[in-house]
């Protein structure tokens, strides 16, 4: 079964990540390509704010860098 359809529904809105991410700052968080990224809301200049499902961590990541979860 693809983990993407798993049933997210408590988790908000979920994304995927495109590509690797290291953290720059220590209020973003780093993630590998294909990890989901839970609980997500938008801020403004193109970044937004979520957990890293695989990590738990929470914080700061590019929009530019995640992609909507078809879920």
């Given at each position: 079964?693809?983990?993407i359809n798993h049933?997210?529904?408590s988790l908000g809105r979920v994304y995927k990540a495109?590509?690797?991410?290291?953290?720059?700052?220590?209020?973003?968080?780093s993630f590998q390509?294909?990890?989901l990224i839970?609980?997500?809301?938008?801020?403004d200049g193109g970044w937004m704010?979520?957990?890293v499902q695989r990590t738990g961590?929470?914080?700061m990541l590019p929009a530019n860098y995640v992609q909507l979860a078809n879920i």
């Open positions: 079964m693809d983990p049933n997210y529904g495109m590509f690797d991410y290291e953290a720059q700052d220590d209020d973003e968080v390509d294909g990890d839970i609980n997500v809301s938008n801020i704010t979520g957990e961590q929470v914080g």
